[in-house]
């Protein structure tokens, strides 16, 4: 065991998944997630006509979306926060900093991410949601989670949080030199959509206006990287727990329509990119359980992910708060 004081903790935060997909751990899993006041706010369903069958609605849509995304080895997503945990402590060894992964809804949970790195003796901690555009509502969530397992580890050092890091060149490089490497063609009539998951609106404490501005910044940021009109990158949100609710918009589905009715309607590629997803998670695919998009002429931009651009760009941001 290391000693005490020699080393920086590093808290990778995510959202999670079931621990198997058995039916009883994906029940767990969506239950936490849907009673969560700061993924979806006390009341919610409930402000809305026949909110008690939409939420059920919303626990069924979840079940098959969580089903296809298993595989014998496991969870991909999983699998990756492995190696990014193993490749960030190589890169980061220098710098006498330790990583370890938490999940708001998962395992290891936030609580046991914590508990290791006080066992191993750090002498800080820095907690790292892997959202580059949390909101606030799931900031808070992480600050509640890590201030109670400190507590609970009785962690006595020094704290700080990355809240957010949609800002950094490093991720905006990477972020539009993924979508090229997806077949984006800036001489083309190709089109790009930046996809944001939605916040409903009654719950959003801070207001709706940052948020707005901190993707408009990076639908701005990219279209200047890929040498892009702006009116060539659109920004549009998705609704992960239901349709009738009152969500922040515009939505996905109907800026696709939008553009593709009337007489000078766009019929080329449209890529999709998801700049706050940094690992594969599935969910993010999905409108309450329905595939937001298919067809022909639909191409979507894979998550940084695995990629040797997300350890840099992580390893950037890290080291930039260390």
Same mark, same amino acid.
């Given at each position: 065991?290391?000693?005490?004081?020699?080393?920086?903790?590093?808290?990778?935060?995510?959202?999670?998944?079931?621990?198997?997909?058995?039916?009883?751990?994906?029940?767990?899993?969506?239950?936490?997630?849907?009673?969560?006041? %700061?993924?979806?706010?006390?009341?919610?369903?409930?402000?809305?006509?026949?909110?008690?069958?939409?939420?059920?609605?919303?626990?069924?849509?979840?079940?098959?979306?969580? %089903? #296809?995304?298993?595989?014998?080895?496991?969870? +991909?997503?999983?699998?990756?926060?492995?190696?990014?945990?193993?490749?960030?402590?190589?890169?980061?060894?220098?710098?006498?900093?330790?990583?370890?992964?938490?999940?708001? &809804?998962?395992?290891?949970?936030?609580?046991?991410?914590?508990?290791?790195?006080?066992?191993?003796?750090? %002498?800080?901690?820095?907690?790292? +949601?892997?959202?580059?555009?949390?909101?606030?509502?799931?900031?808070?969530?992480?600050?509640?989670?890590?201030?109670?397992?400190?507590?609970?580890?009785?962690?006595?050092?020094?704290?700080?949080?990355?809240?957010? &890091?949609?800002?950094?060149?490093?991720?905006?490089?990477?972020?539009?030199?993924?979508?090229?490497?997806?077949?984006?063609?800036?001489?083309?009539?190709?089109?790009?959509?930046?996809? &944001?998951?939605?916040?409903?609106?009654?719950?959003?404490?801070?207001?709706?206006?940052?948020?707005?501005?901190?993707?408009?910044?990076?639908?701005?940021?990219?279209?200047?990287?890929?040498?892009?009109?702006?009116?060539?990158?659109?920004?549009?949100?998705?609704?992960?727990?239901?349709?009738?609710?009152?969500?922040? %918009?515009?939505?996905?589905?109907?800026?696709?329509?939008?553009?593709?009715?009337?007489?000078?309607?766009?019929?080329?590629?449209?890529?999709?990119?998801?700049?706050?997803?940094?690992?594969?998670?599935?969910?993010?695919?999905?409108?309450?359980?329905?595939?937001?998009? #298919?067809?022909?002429?639909?191409?979507?931009?894979?998550?940084?992910?695995?990629?040797?651009?997300?350890?840099?760009?992580?390893?950037?941001?890290?080291?930039?708060?260390?």
């Amino acid at each position: 065991m290391a000693s005490r004081g020699s080393h920086a903790g590093v808290l990778l935060v995510n959202r999670g998944l079931p621990a198997t997909n058995a039916l009883r751990d994906e029940r767990a899993f969506v239950q936490a997630l849907l009673g969560c006041r %700061d993924v979806v706010p006390a009341g919610m369903f409930g402000r809305v006509k026949g909110g008690r069958g939409l939420r059920r609605e919303a626990e069924q849509a979840l079940f098959p979306v969580l %089903d #296809g995304f298993w595989t014998p080895d496991g969870w +991909p997503y999983d699998l990756d926060h492995m190696r990014l945990v193993q490749s960030l402590n190589g890169l980061l060894s220098e710098r006498d900093a330790m990583v370890r992964c938490g999940m708001c &809804f998962g395992s290891p949970s936030v609580a046991e991410g914590v508990e290791k790195l006080a066992k191993l003796g750090c %002498d800080s901690l820095l907690v790292v +949601p892997l959202d580059s555009h949390i909101g606030a509502n799931q900031l808070l969530l992480v600050k509640r989670q890590v201030r109670d397992a400190v507590e609970r580890a009785r962690f006595d050092r020094p704290v700080t949080y990355v809240e957010g &890091f949609a800002d950094s060149p490093v991720f905006l490089r990477a972020l539009a030199a993924s979508i090229l490497h997806a077949g984006f063609s800036a001489e083309g009539t190709d089109r790009l959509m930046l996809l &944001f998951e939605s916040q409903e609106q009654g719950a959003i404490r801070t207001g709706q206006e940052p948020l707005r501005r901190m993707c408009q910044r990076t639908a701005r940021a990219v279209a200047g990287l890929l040498g892009v009109a702006g009116e060539r990158v659109d920004v549009a949100f998705y609704r992960p727990f239901g349709q009738s609710l009152d969500w922040l %918009d515009p939505f996905a589905g109907d800026v696709l329509g939008g553009l593709r009715e009337g007489d000078d309607a766009f019929a080329g590629r449209m890529f999709l990119a998801w700049p706050g997803v940094s690992l594969d998670g599935a969910l993010q695919y999905y409108d309450l359980g329905q595939p937001l998009f #298919g067809g022909p002429g639909v191409v979507c931009v894979p998550p940084l992910g695995r990629s040797r651009a997300n350890l840099k760009v992580l390893e950037s941001v890290i080291a930039e708060h260390l």
